[in-house]
């Protein structure tokens, strides 16, 4: 099997945007994809989807780890999660604070029974894990945070990969909406946005309460295993997401090796590569 990866960047609003903003997040989407592909030559798909992401979440043009989005009490709280295709198991943090990468401690809980964790249990077993203490925030999202502004710019990242053995994996972290309601779940950490199995993994981005109600990657993934082909499978749920005129954008790869996004609003930054042809959002 060609090892394939697929990253996102969550949404890119035109409108609020400069076109500076727009050339530095095709540059760093291309870096990091084309890394991301050499590291899975050597790696597993679940390996590489976090590598992925936390590379993503090291750089502050996107809304996860560094450069987060901070709620409406003036804090940040991320969400992150992994998924693995061979063992279906998911592993995920909600809301942890202070930490520089939040999918390298959902990557830490996959080991454990308990995999998902929120809040202050997910911030003591990441100091446990030694995960040190580490601030995310950038002072453009403080102006932001100020003049709250925050609304436009939604941006979460993701990674699917799937390796030489045909092993699929997804993975997600953001920052969340920026001025939520501390407590408020992302659908980052949960299946509706972070799912995979043998057949199909898929990442989501955009307005989380939307990505739950559609169920958006695990209809995408259970259509695939039914028999449906990815755009298929991509079409039919983005029209059930339409129907209440949600607004979210996905990624995925199939066991055959077939890439595919979609964005129900434009447009979802994302770039992908095949170690021959890299691809990256105009
Ligand atoms: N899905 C994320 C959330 O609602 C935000 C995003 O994708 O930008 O928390």
Do not use: W
């Amino acid at each position: 099997m060609q090892e394939k990866v697929i990253i996102h960047g969550g949404f890119f609003s035109e409108s609020s945007t400069t076109n500076e903003v727009k050339v530095a997040k095709q540059k760093a989407l291309k870096d990091i994809v084309e890394k991301t592909h050499e590291y899975l030559k050597m790696h597993t798909a679940i390996e590489t989807v976090v590598y992925a992401v936390s590379l993503l979440e090291d750089c502050d043009l996107f809304n996860a780890g560094l450069g987060s989005q901070i709620q409406s009490d003036g804090k940040i709280r991320m969400s992150a999660s992994l998924m693995d295709g061979v063992s279906k198991k998911f592993a995920g943090v909600i809301n942890i604070e202070n930490v520089k990468n939040p999918i390298r401690v959902a990557e830490k809980l996959m080991a454990y029974d308990d995999r998902v964790l929120g809040g202050e249990g997910a911030i003591n077993f990441a100091r446990a894990n030694n995960f040190q203490f580490y601030n995310p925030e950038i002072p453009q999202r403080r102006l932001e945070y100020e003049q709250k502004s925050a609304s436009k710019r939604i941006g979460t990242v993701g990674c699917v990969a799937i390796d030489k053995e045909g092993r699929l994996a997804a993975a997600t972290s953001t920052g969340g909406k920026g001025f939520e309601m501390p407590g408020r779940v992302s659908d980052s950490a949960t299946p509706a946005g972070n799912y995979a199995t043998n057949d199909c993994a898929v990442s989501c981005t955009g307005v989380g309460e939307d990505i739950v109600s559609a169920a958006l990657a695990t209809k995408i993934v259970t259509r695939v295993s039914d028999g449906m082909m990815l755009q298929q499978a991509f079409e039919k749920t983005f029209k059930e997401l339409a129907e209440f005129d949600g607004f979210a954008g996905a990624i995925a790869i199939d066991k055959k090796g077939t890439i595919y996004h979609l964005d129900s609003h434009p447009s979802m930054v994302y770039a992908y590569t095949d170690g021959i042809e890299t691809f990256v959002f105009k």
